[in-house]
């Protein structure tokens, strides 16, 4: 795995534990156990892989332990988040790097006693992909370029389409990037979060679009 996916990755892993700040079970007023939250993979389907240029090309699970003060206690939580990556080829300077990349985040809802406390749930595509460009030094100069509605999951959610630029250290080369992320969605005991990156000079909506239609989660 290149250094330009590890960082993407870890980017998309750092979406589900952006801060549980406030978390106040009964379990922590009353010096019980630390909790464990672990979300179920969300994946794209066999049948819609068949028809893509995708490929599954990594699965993750990202796993982060906080700790936090409650009613006088020191507690903690782990989180584990799901993740599954998908690329395809580009041809860039005569020569075929795999830098379309689609990732699906599956990450628990962290729901105690009917609160639920995962910031993504409320998070707008914009705080996402800030957090993404914080966490990436190799993502720049993101600005939001379009909307549009796709199907993720049975529901018709928000894909946000952003104009960015990125470095590709394998090739040492520096490219205009299509940047797309979909509105948390909730599956579950968990919420999905999808995005695509892929290089400006090809257009990979429809096909985003597809995968977005097949992914499947697996609770």
Known sequence: MDSTRRRLLAATGALGTASLAGCSALDFALGN???SFEASAAVVGDTTLAESPYRESNRTSDTITRTFE???QSREVEVTNRIAEYDRGVSILGQEFRW?????????KVEILGTAFNPVADMSTDELVAMIQGRYDQIDSVTRDSTREADLLGDTVEVVRYRTEGRFTEADVQLDLTLHI??????GEDFVVCFGVH????DETDAINDLLGGVEHTA
């Open 33 to 35: 156990d630390s909790l």
């Open 182 to 187: 979909t509105e948390p969605v909730a599956a």
């Open 70 to 72: 409650a009613g006088g």
């Open 100 to 108: 379309a990349l689609f990732t699906v985040l599956s990450t628990p």
């Open 199 to 202: 290089p400006r000079q090809i």
